[in-house]
T-cell receptor, first 114, second 115 residues
């Protein structure tokens, strides 16, 4: 069975400082991994996706994530936080087959202060 | 850019009533999904649908739930007799499998409140 664990339920940063949102996964085979973002009262927006082509994945809005098989991790980073980054972030795992379920982590709330 | 749309954005209903949540997937997508997110909890998979039949469903998706593609554009989720615990945000998603894999794109959600 696949699962994801988001290690922090809430992360607070100051504007202009780096962001690190941590995610560990469990999968019996090579998974596909995603980060989705949910802004208040909005839907789920795809930030980035890992599918084994490259371990460092670049997404939208300056976010990137690195797949580390040895650590079973897929942490999300951004060099410099912006106020508009404040949102809920979900780490997601799937077997990348159409029609199958995405397995979501519990989410990390990112707060950005000025 | 094409996107998934959902109506209504908010639905309030009385316990025991039937509700239908509507979604318009991205036009060239072939796979459709429903997920729900109870307030304060994680997003949970309900069901996936392909070629006019259910591909996969979770244990949450019991006989109270049904899905349908009534025409070439809409995809609906029906809850026959709503319970208080059905109150949640319901997300529709769609995808199109390619050689690069499958990516699900989500709509903005319908907030269902059961009183």
């Amino acid at each position: 069975a696949q699962s994801v664990t988001q290690l922090d339920s809430h992360v607070s940063v100051s504007e202009g400082t780096p962001v690190l949102l941590r995610c560990n996964y469990s999968s019996s085979y090579s998974p596909s991994l995603f980060w989705y973002v949910q802004h208040p009262n909005k839907g789920l927006q795809l930030l980035l996706k890992y599918t084994s082509a490259a371990t460092l994945v670049k997404g939208i809005n300056g976010f990137e994530a690195e797949f580390k098989k040895s650590e079973t991790s897929f942490h999300l980073t951004k060099p410099s936080a912006h106020m508009s980054d404040a949102a809920e972030y979900f780490c997601v795992v799937s077997d990348d087959q159409a029609g199958t379920a995405l397995i979501f982590g519990k989410g990390t709330t990112l707060s950005v202060s000025s | 850019e094409p996107e998934v749309t959902q109506t209504p954005s908010h639905q309030v209903t009385q316990m025991g009533q039937e509700v239908i949540l509507r979604c318009v997937p991205i036009s060239n997508h072939l796979y459709f999904y429903w997920y729900r997110q109870i307030l304060g909890q994680k997003v949970e998979f309900l069901v996936s649908f392909y070629n006019n039949e259910i591909s996969e469903k979770s244990e949450i998706f019991d006989d109270q739930f049904s899905v349908e593609r009534p025409d070439g554009s809409n995809f609906t989720l029906k809850i026959r007799s709503t319970k208080l615990e059905d109150s949640a945000m319901y997300f529709c998603a769609s995808s199109f499998q390619t050689v690069l894999g499958d990516t699900q794109y989500f709509g903005p959600g319908t907030r269902l409140t059961v009183l």
